[in-house]
């Protein structure tokens, strides 16, 4: 590991106090561990510093030693141990973390990492003219299925191509990193396969158990007597055993094809087709506004099925909040989802960023969204 040591003199402010929430934040965690115990609390609290000064200062280090009852070197060597910590003053708006291990270095981490030299600044750490800027080259942050991606702040951004990469940075520089949608950055859910599933997509048929037994039995029920074998009466009308006839071979017969005819049983439908564009259940579009909702905020709708649903005509968090139960069927063939939409619960999402944005979204999912 490379020598790390906290930034020159210059940089170090005089003194460091928590905010009036972070003080409370910071009693109420410490107060989380037993007595004697207090100073596990040493890693959340110096977060909950960079988080509030950007990075680690001197005067943060001593502050948090003095509440946890530490040795200074204590928490200096914690803090200089975890990169996680920013030793230094980092950009105000954006501190972007590339990640270069293996997975992301094939996939095109070094293309990524030209556009922050030429964007920023040639040298890691280092911020822009401005000093809302700077970045650095990490391992690996946990998304390899997604390679190459950057983490700024708790975020990741996965799928990058030197061009995405440039247009976060302008979005971020420009103090609008807020509208960007973490994670993958092309038509992928999550780490799905990109453009959907391509395996188990179908439901494997029903096997005809019963019918294959019943079947069996027929096979195997015992055959009508033959001639030689019939009871000797030249009265059939007193002859008990010729008055049964013999239908267990019928009975299984018809026994199987009633099974094959029980629903469940049957073979499988084939696939619906797509629901036609005219069909009266498809939701009614409206004509692009000049600033359309971020439908991607939608949990489940990346990129190229937001470009479908504009395609339709679908373009505000509104619309998708209105949909009753046969135009999320309708919507949910025509985009092949298999009762996606309503897994997923797309209405009660769009409710939510329709009636106060992310803040709202945060308010009632606990989470910001995707």
């Keep these: 590991m490379s020598v790390r040591r906290l930034a020159e003199d210059q940089f170090q402010p005089a003194a460091f106090a928590f905010n009036d929430e972070n003080a409370t934040w910071a009693d109420k965690t410490i107060q989380k561990y037993p007595e004697g ?3 596990s609390a040493v890693i959340p609290l110096l977060m909950r510093a960079q988080e509030q000064d950007g990075w680690v200062t001197r005067a943060a280090i001593e502050k948090i030693a003095n509440m946890l009852d530490m040795a200074y070197i204590r928490v200096l060597e914690v803090a200089t141990f975890y990169t996680q910590f920013q030793l230094g003053p980092v950009g105000t708006r954006a501190h972007i ?3 270069g291990t293996t997975p992301c270095m094939l996939r095109g981490s ?9 964007k920023i600044h040639h040298h890691p750490f280092e911020r822009n003219a401005e000093g809302t800027l700077s970045w650095e080259e990490v391992e690996c942050l946990g998304a390899c299925v997604n390679a190459p991606m950057v983490m700024i702040g708790k975020d990741t951004y996965e799928d990058l191509t030197p061009e995405r990469l440039s247009e976060i940075i302008d979005t971020f520089d420009a103090g609008n990193g807020a509208s960007i949608t ?3 950055q092309i038509d992928r859910h999550f780490s799905s396969p990109e453009g959907g599933p391509t395996s188990l997509t179908e439901e494997a048929p029903k096997t005809k158990t019963r019918a294959k037994k019943a079947e069996t039995e027929a096979v195997s029920a015992p055959a009508a007597p033959t001639e030689a074998a019939r009871p000797k009466s030249t009265d059939a009308e007193t002859n ?10 019928k009975a299984a017969a018809k026994n199987a094809k009633a099974v094959e005819e029980q629903p469940g049983v049957a073979a499988p439908v084939p696939a619906t087709a797509k629901p036609s564009l005219e069909d009266k259940n498809r939701p009614a579009g409206i004509d692009k506004p000049a600033t359309p909702d971020d439908l991607k905020l939608i949990s489940g709708v990346g990129p190229k099925i937001e470009g479908t649903l504009h395609e339709l005509g679908i373009f505000t968090f509104a619309q998708v909040a209105g949909w009753k139960k046969a135009e999320r069927e309708w919507v949910d063939g025509y985009l092949n989802f298999k009762g996606r939409i309503d897994r997923d619960d797309w209405v009660k999402q769009a409710k939510a960023l329709a009636k106060g944005g992310e803040a709202e979204y945060i308010k009632v999912f606990g989470k910001k969204p995707r």
């Design 37 to 39: 115990r207090q100073q």
């Design 97 to 99: 973390q590339v990640c």
């Design 110 to 118: 070094e293309g990524l990492m030209s556009v922050c030299k030429s």
């Design 182 to 184: 973490p994670g993958p």
């Design 240 to 249: 008990a055993a010729l008055k049964t006839p013999v239908t267990a071979p």
